[in-house]
């Protein structure tokens, strides 16, 4: 964990418009959060995206 909180400083501001993109995802089916039941926090986020080999 240590590691990183180096390398992202404040995880609830990952970059500025990050909810606004990943909120569209989730709303898309696109991507899932997992939330912690008791204080709301985000656990983790799982994005998909589709890929096409023709």
């Not at 418009?17 to 997992?34: T, V």
């Not at 656990?43 to 995206?49: D, K, L, Y």
């Amino acid at each position: 964990m240590a590691k990183f909180k180096k390398l992202v400083p404040n995880i609830d501001i990952f970059y500025e418009g990050f909810d606004i993109y990943m909120n569209a995802k989730i709303k898309q089916n696109e991507a899932f959060r997992a939330v912690n039941g008791d204080s709301k926090q985000c656990m983790g986020i799982a994005a998909f995206q589709e890929l096409i080999i023709e």
